[in-house]
């Protein structure tokens, strides 16, 4: 027969295993490399409205942060400040100089998500481009994505080709 302390701590180790959540937390997936010196090849025009910062991609389509689609990967190219006016960048090469992995970053709703930023230099030297990478915050987690997703994401507009 049990003693009643030990049986009192035998009830309260199962009531503290029951409590216990029955999905683990994981920590977020570690980053697919896109290092510097990766390329981002633009096919076609894109435009900044005057006073944004930014333009996203999901689906290889235009979005905007209130339509992104739960689940899927987007892309955003941002420049350094607001746009003064329409501002238009054309067909052009960047080049990645440094690639920024943060877990806690502010997704398009404010919340927290997994991000790969990729600062850009286009082929004429100006260095006032990045391009960030995650899951919207609906996903329900957070994970960096792959260089497939970016691709996925941005394919129609943007090439990436991944330095070797």
Do not use: W
Request: proline share 7%; hydrophobic share 40%.
């Amino acid at each position: 027969m049990l003693r009643p302390r030990t049986a009192l701590i035998f009830v309260g180790a199962l009531h503290l295993l029951a409590c216990q959540s029955r999905h683990p937390a994981y920590p977020p997936a570690a980053p697919e490399q896109v290092q510097s010196g990766s390329v981002l090849t633009l096919k076609q025009n894109i435009s900044f409205a005057a006073g944004s910062r930014y333009v996203y991609f999901q689906d290889q389509q235009f979005v905007t942060p209130q339509s992104l689609r739960p689940n899927y990967p987007y892309c955003r190219l941002g420049l350094d400040e607001a746009a003064a006016a329409l501002h238009e960048v054309h067909p052009s090469t960047f080049v990645v100089t440094s690639v920024d992995y943060d877990e806690r970053s502010a997704g398009s709703a404010g919340a927290v998500v997994s991000a790969t930023r990729m600062n850009l230099q286009n082929e004429l030297g100006a260095k006032d481009y990045h391009m960030t990478c995650m899951l919207p915050r609906s996903a329900g987690y957070a994970r960096f994505i792959s260089v497939p997703e970016i691709r996925g994401a941005v394919g129609e507009f943007f090439s990436l080709d991944p330095a070797k």
